[in-house]
Every structure is written in structure tokens, then in C-alpha cells.
């Protein structure tokens, strides 16, 4: 859904980069475009496994305890929640186990651990620090004086310089 949103539009159209590459698509295979109504939550509750390359269903289907087997990069992989695939070879060998079977299970502890990872990540990582305005046309920079960045001004400013004049993590306190 994303390529379509205007704050987050991406260049390419995922649709339509499979079609241009592998031609026509089995009849057995849909695609589902990013402007349908179709409900990602839905086709998420009735797979058996997640299939994602750089999608946050993929965090959706941990959390609601499904398997979700990764083979691009989000921001979620190799967390220790996720089945991630290292090759071609690795994917084709997991996909042909599932569907003769062999179901592919979450590691221990991943639905707990995912909810957490997504707490720190939306909550303590991401911090806002109030030194731009966004009004949908263009960002701009509202510091008009160096001395707006002083110590003890911004408490997000200076969380994120004793991270970085520490080498620790740039954390928002829980």
C-alpha cells in the first residue's frame, strides 16, 4: 500500500516489476496490487506462511503468531523472530518442505519478542525532535539560532548527542 500513499510513495511498482520480469503469471498465483480493497490482514489470517520481502505484514503475522519467512532486508529481520532466508537454494528447500508438510514454525519466545522489538522501535527509537516542520509540501528547518541546539534546551537534542558523545544507544528513557 505504500507505492500509492503520497508521504510514503516509492518509485517502483512491485506489480509491475514481476510482470515485466517473469512475463505471465500462473493461473494459479494472484497479485494484488497496492490499490485494491483486498485486506492484507485477511490474506494474512488464512496463510499457512507469510512470504515477505520488505513488508510490515511481515510484523503483522509474527505478532499474531504466524510464520513469516523473510527474503529482503525490513527493518525486522534478523531479529530472532523471523525465518530468514540466506540464498535461493535456502527458500526453494523451506517452500518445498512446507508444502509437502512440514510446517515451518516461529522460533520460541517470537511473538513476545516481536511485540518488543516493535515498542523500542516505534517508541524509543524514533524520536522526534521538533527541529523541522512537515505540511505535506516541504520540510522546512524551524532553528533559527544555533543556541536553540544548546544543552538543556531539547531533551530529544540531547539524548541524541550524549548517545553520540557516549557511543551508546540513542534511546528515548522507557
Known sequence: ???????????????QQIQERFGPIPSNVRL???????SSDTLRSMASLNLVYCSSVGMEAVIAGQPVLICGNPYYARKGFTINVDSPNQYDRLLE??????????PPQSVELARRF???FKFRYGIR??????DNRATALRIRDLRELGPGVSFPVD???????????I????
Open 159 to 169: 539524548t541524541a548527542c550524549d548517545g553520540i558523545l557516549h557511543r551508546d544507544e
Open 97 to 106: 518442505e512446507h508444502a509437502a508438510g512440514k510446517p515451518l514454525m516461529l
Open 1 to 15: 500500500p505504500a507505492e500509492i500513499v503520497p508521504k510514503f510513495q516509492t518509485r517502483g511498482r512491485i506489480v
Open 32 to 38: 494484488i496490487g497496492p490499490e485494491s480493497t483486498i
Open 129 to 134: 525532535m521538533g527541529l523541522t516542520s512537515d
Open 118 to 120: 516493535l515498542y523500542l
Open 171 to 174: 534511546l528515548l528513557p522507557a
